[in-house]
């Protein structure tokens, strides 16, 4: 079966450069979610979107923005990276109708120098 | 305090034994629960979700929830060495968009 797609897969920025990371919901998939895992810790909800429009927002620095496009896709955009940010960025995806079943994709694992 | 409190281990047993795994919750909204599964640097694997009170049971693995004591478990029989990773709860309400509310995760350990 399909899954989440992210990309890339890993990232290594240099402080107060931007970062772009993608999500590609399972086919179908209405909502999108991103969440934030730091080292050690557990996912933090960051952003939502249902059907294009943002749904959710959660503990997201206004430094971060992010949009679903008419495919669907998702994209997290990061600007002036800050060392604090280097973590394991999760996109999740699910249809609105099943609550109880959100699928992650393998993460981007973004590194700030 | 976190919504979701959950022991963060590491719990190791032998193969074989049956693993009990719980979580503990303040917001009675909570109604949808969930069990994930993480290996290292992947993405967290759905293994189990309830909804409400109650239980479920998924080959060999049962998820159990006790709204009245805001507490949920996972148990899991017959554990493998393939089993060890760190599993996470997490939960979310009825209303609105379900982000998740996640635990911080255990790490279990099976040794062969």
């Known amino acids: 079966a399909a899954g989440v797609i992210q990309s890339p897969r890993h990232l290594i920025k240099e402080k107060r450069e931007t970062a772009t990371l993608k999500c590609y919901p399972i086919?179908?998939?209405?909502?999108v979610y991103w969440y934030q895992q730091g080292p050690g810790q557990d996912p933090q909800f960051l952003i939502s979107?249902?059907?294009?429009?943002?749904?959710d927002k959660g503990s997201i620095p206004d430094r971060f923005s992010a949009q679903q496009f008419s495919d669907y896709h998702s994209e997290l955009n990061m600007s002036s990276l800050e060392l604090g940010d280097s973590a394991l960025y999760f996109c999740?995806?699910?249809?609105?109708?099943?609550?109880?079943?959100?699928?992650f994709g393998p993460g981007t694992r973004l590194t700030v120098l | 305090q976190k919504e979701v409190e959950q022991d963060p281990g590491p719990l190791s047993v032998p193969e074989g034994a049956i693993v009990s795994l719980n979580c503990t919750y303040s917001?009675?909204?909570?109604?949808?629960f969930m069990w994930y599964r993480q290996y290292s640097r992947k993405g967290p694997e759905l293994l189990m979700y309830?909804?409400?009170?109650g239980n479920k049971e998924d080959g060999r693995f049962t998820a159990q929830v006790d709204k009245s004591s805001k507490y949920i478990s996972l148990f899991i029989r017959d554990s493998q060495p393939s089993d060890s990773a760190t599993y996470l709860c997490?939960?979310?309400?009825?209303?609105?968009?379900?982000?998740?509310?996640f635990g911080t995760g255990t790490r279990l350990l099976v040794s062969p």
């Open positions: 999740a995806s699910s249809l609105l109708v099943r609550k109880d079943t959100q699928y």
């Open positions: 086919p179908r998939h209405d909502t």
């Open positions: 979107f249902y059907e294009k429009m943002q749904s």
């Open positions: 917001n009675s909204a909570f109604q949808y």
């Open positions: 309830t909804y409400s009170s």
């Open positions: 997490a939960m979310s309400w009825d209303t609105g968009f379900q982000k998740l509310v």
